[in-house]
């Protein structure tokens, strides 16, 4: 009776706030005993009715599956939470967690090479947090492991999959919001990424018909060389019989 008094929406609320973790449409079904295409109408009633009664909550679509979490205005007092438990990542770890989701799978001496650092302790942090995961090795000298992130990374950012992040900016559009003097620097730094230019063809022939010094034989580049060289030491070789 009191299932009923409750209704539907109010049971997946209570459903989706014991589990705690995104649950897709499929485990709903089998918990709410209800056809997989009804949980979607259902979801949405609930919404609805959240929002329509002012709850700090709403449900949102994450990791393939429904999580029932705070609403977007809610933040800034919810944010005073860290006051009581800090969570909050490094810039450090940060830029190594950004480094991970955008270019996975990935090792770490290819993290360290794009920022210029080690990152024993920030990947470490990350592991703890259970925001990345080994993805097997890289199948090269050594093989170092390979990294990519959890399904624990889109709840955190509010990812339903990692299509949903944001595309990385173009050098252009990344240079327009540079300074002259930094403009300079990407410049020369994106010179001397560029490959030398090849010889002019009418040069090419010429720079191949002249093989350097250290090619050529001596014998070769002083006529009759190879004939003095010759009878000096046959020379040297009847006056040793001679003795």
């Known amino acids: 009776m009191e299932q009923r008094d409750m209704g539907d929406a109010g049971l ?11 649950l897709g449409r499929d485990a709903l079904a089998h918990v709410m005993d209800c056809p997989a295409d009804a949980i979607e109408p259902l979801v949405e009633k609930l919404r609805q009715e959240l929002l329509a ?24 007092v919810v944010e ?3 006051q009581v438990t800090e969570r909050r990542l490094s810039a450090p770890t940060l830029e190594t967690l950004s480094i991970i ?15 210029g650092v080690r990152i024993e302790r ?17 199948q090269v000298i050594g093989r170092p492991i390979l990294y990519g992130t959890t399904a624990a990374f889109l709840r955190c950012f509010g990812l339903e999959s990692l299509s949903d ?7 252009e559009d990344a240079a327009e919001s540079l300074d002259e003097e930094q403009k300079a620097i990407l410049r020369e730094s994106l010179a001397r990424r560029q490959p030398q230019e090849a010889p002019a063809a009418g040069d090419a022939g010429d720079t191949e018909a002249a093989p350097t010094a250290e090619a050529v034989p001596r014998e070769a580049a002083e006529p009759g060389a190879a004939e003095a060289k010759d009878a000096a030491a046959s020379k040297t070789q009847a006056e040793q019989q001679k003795d």
């Open 12 to 22: 997946l609320e209570a459903v989706l706030f014991a589990a705690g973790d995104p």
């Open 53 to 76: 009664r002012g709850s700090g909550l709403t449900v949102h679509r994450v990791a393939g599956g429904y999580q029932l979490v705070t609403r977007q205005e809610a933040y800034p």
């Open 80 to 82: 005073r939470l860290s």
């Open 101 to 115: 989701a955008f270019k996975q799978p990935i090792t770490k001496p290819e993290i360290e090479r794009l920022r």
């Open 122 to 138: 920030a990947l470490a942090k990350l592991l703890e947090l259970d925001l990345i995961e080994e993805r097997g090795r890289k």
């Open 165 to 171: 992040l944001p595309q990385l900016p173009t050098t």
